[in-house]
């Protein structure tokens, strides 16, 4: 998930590649010990092992409960040559997804050899395991029977679209809106979209810069001029606020959590965060940054004399013919808008509890798959902006550190199996959502769901992993 990784545990699936040998080792034998028990149904036979064999990874023993629920576990695809008798270095592959890992396991090099460290990073998918194309009419047909094993193993609840062309060939839902209720999923499901907002946002910051109202280069201080914190306003460009390398750190924490129905409107945000300094140099790095995105609304709404609400839905939505996606409070009856559910100790439970009062610049919108194929659609179209300003918008600036993918304004950008595919995800408890625009061979997919993070991107990947060549 591009908002949301987890750059330390975020990985994927398929169990049809051989095993290979794992070297008879300490650290080979505590790998396949570990892999066991990470890979079993058994929570309490996993926390006995650590115990035992893992003494400083028992702190980490939910985190990594957490993780073997939205996986399905790991199989292994290759032992590195760098592994020696005291370290692992494997591939991985999530079993629910397509995703892969690189996997590394030390132990004590003297007896009983406990486990010293246990670390996965998400890594992209190695040429030699390429996952084949497939025609489109053999895609959806894969599609069809994915979706129907994962939503009857409880992995999928929501709907998704595949466009060739601008027009659906493929467009389903599943699973339910109100479990309680049992109100079924359907195309016009309005899905919580997380981060995807921030598509939207960069889409406005792009309009107000082609109508020459703001310059990317420019400092936030130029438009903000009463901003708290001097350092920030002077340094930080529009462009890092953009592409996550302003170094103005994220929302989400203790203060979010104490204020989390206070904060009604951007500019309650900036009171709250404003006077914080930068995490880094401006341009040193990329981190993903919420609060950069909430700077990039209070930015539209001073310039453009509007509301950010007011704004998007002039135009943003009513130019794509978006009729169905706003940001409405929690509090206020939206028409088919689903109940998110997420997983806690096994059981799934709504997430209403963890929601901010709305969804703003940043994210906490919400959609259907036919509006975010309207959206694409205009996007590609130049109903949103000029042909000039989509590509700066599109295409890819900075590395960001998972994945193999960049970051350009509001989408990431990269290369998947050969075709370039730009978008953007969302994820947060009971909700995850992802929009790919494939322009090489024209394809679109918008997948949203009511659930946990994993339910939407790992669909979305399945479908773009096996594109048909252009």
Not at 322 to 343: C, L, N
Request: net charge neutral; with cysteine; charged share 20%.
């Amino acid at each position: 998930m591009l908002c949301g990784a987890l750059v330390l545990l975020l990985l994927s699936a398929g169990r049809g590649f051989a095993q290979t040998t794992v070297p008879e080792t300490p650290a080979g034998r505590a790998f396949q010990a570990w892999l066991a028990a990470f890979n079993g149904a058994d929570s309490a036979a996993y926390r006995d092992f650590v115990q035992k064999n893992w003494p400083s990874g028992v702190k980490l023993n939910d985190q990594i409960q957490q993780f073997r629920a939205m996986t399905g576990g790991f199989d292994l695809r290759k032992v590195e040559p760098e592994s020696t008798p005291t370290t692992v270095v494997a591939l991985v592959q999530e079993r629910d997804s397509d995703d892969f890992g690189r996997l590394t396991l030390e132990v004590n090099a003297a007896e009983p050899h406990e486990i010293l460290r246990v670390a996965i990073r998400a890594i992209p998918r190695p040429a030699e395991f390429a996952l084949p194309h497939m025609s489109m009419d053999a895609l959806i047909a894969a599609v069809r029977e994915k979706l129907k094993q994962d939503t009857a193993a409880g992995r999928f609840a929501g709907a998704v679209i595949v466009a060739k062309d601008g027009k659906p060939v493929f467009a389903q839902a599943y699973g339910l809106a109100d479990r309680e209720r049992k109100v079924p999923n359907t195309l016009r499901t309005r899905f919580r979209i997380g981060s995807m907002n921030k598509m939207f946002t960069a889409v406005a910051t792009l309009q107000l810069a082609q109508a020459g109202k703001l310059r990317l280069d420019e400092p936030l201080g130029t438009y903000l001029p009463d901003y708290p914190n001097k350092d920030v306003a002077s340094k930080v460009t529009l462009h890092q606020l953009l592409t996550h390398t302003g170094g103005t750190g994220d929302i989400f924490g203790p203060e979010f959590t104490a204020h989390r129905l206070e904060l009604r409107t951007i500019g309650d945000y900036v009171n709250l965060y404003g006077k914080r300094g930068l995490k880094f140099e401006p341009g040193s790095r990329w981190e993903y940054s919420n609060y950069g995105f909430v700077l990039l609304g209070a930015v539209i709404e001073k310039v453009s004399g509007e509301s950010y609400y007011d704004y998007v839905r002039k135009h943003v939505y009513d130019p794509a013919g978006m009729t169905s996606t706003g940001s409405e409070p929690e509090t206020t009856a939206v028409a088919d808008r689903s109940i998110g559910y997420t997983d806690e100790n096994g059981k799934l439970r709504p997430n209403t509890d963890t929601l901010p009062y709305r969804g703003m610049s940043a994210g906490g919108g919400y959609s259907t798959v036919e509006d975010l194929l309207r959206f694409a659609n205009a996007l590609q179209q130049h109903r949103l902006l000029d042909a000039h300003y989509t590509e700066l918008l599109t295409t890819g600036k900075v590395d960001m550190p998972a994945g193999g993918r960049r970051y350009a304004y509001g989408f990431g950008d990269g290369m998947i199996n050969g075709t370039r595919c730009f978008g953007h995800n969302g994820g947060a408890p009971g909700m995850n959502g992802d929009l790919a625009i494939c322009p090489g061979n024209h394809v679109v997919v918008a997948v949203l769901a009511n659930m946990d993070p994993g339910a939407a991107q790992n669909m979305s990947d399945f479908i773009t992993n096996r594109l048909p060549v252009k």
